[in-house]
């Protein structure tokens, strides 16, 4: 089952905040977030494991909801670079592979 | 370091006809897959390998075959293309089959079927 990522899309200026959803309605075991500029490869971020752990890298951190079962990414003080079409991947159980949402594509501005 | 290599980069093919996508990565993984990426769209799983000599079918197998050439190289074959295999082929590995492992991608290969 294909998570749900929300909003599809999100224009920001420099310095300002954004949050990226990832929903499923299976019970999750994993969450993988990626990130994909025009034209290019996905490149992985991070991955969030069951039990709620919250994980960071630079600016980006990002939270997992097991009861909720979603997912959310952070984005604080968003920089140019941070544009992209960002996608969540989750995976359902432990031998389980990761299915993709559509992407939300953000869009920073200066 | 090259990590996910795939070729050819583009290719257009007509209605019909056959080709095969080559994937080769450099980085001592066990586990190969082939995405698919539609225009506004996320990753599909076609095939995947979880290591050498399995290979398993993902969300959308139909008229794609593969072969786990080594433990290095991971080919996709079209037999009989159609335009609605039009679209941008991934490949990626991982270190194990493990859920935690991250996807390494390839650049893709961008297929038109006319």
């Known amino acids: 089952q294909q998570p749900v990522q929300s909003p599809q899309a999100v224009i920001l200026r420099e310095g300002e905040d954004a949050v990226i959803n990832c929903s499923s309605s299976?019970?999750?075991?994993?969450v993988h977030w990626y990130r994909q500029k025009h034209g290019e490869a996905p490149v992985f971020l991070m991955i969030?494991?069951?039990?709620?752990e919250q994980k960071g890298h630079e600016k980006i951190s990002a939270s997992f909801n097991e009861k909720k079962q979603q997912s959310s990414l952070y984005l604080t003080a968003s920089q140019l670079s941070y544009s992209g079409t960002y996608f969540c991947g989750t995976v359902n159980t432990n031998a389980g592979k990761s299915t993709f949402g559509d992407g939300t594509t953000l869009t920073v501005k200066p | 370091n090259a990590g996910v290599t795939q070729t050819p980069k583009f290719q257009v093919l007509k209605t019909g006809q056959s080709m095969t996508l080559q994937c080769a990565q450099d980085?001592?993984?066990?586990?190969m897959y082939w995405y698919r990426q539609d225009p506004g769209m996320g990753l599909r799983l076609i095939y995947y390998s979880a290591s050498e000599g399995t290979t398993d079918k993902g969300e959308v197998p139909n008229g794609y075959n593969v072969s786990r050439l080594n433990k290095r190289e991971f080919s996709l074959r079209l037999e009989s293309a159609a335009p609605s295999q039009t679209s941008v082929y991934f490949c990626a590995s991982t270190p194990t089959s493990r859920v935690e492992s991250p996807l390494h991608f390839g650049n893709g290969t961008r297929l038109t079927v006319t």
């Open positions: 969030l494991l069951k039990g709620g």
């Open positions: 299976k019970a999750l075991y994993s």
């Open positions: 980085m001592n993984h066990n586990s």
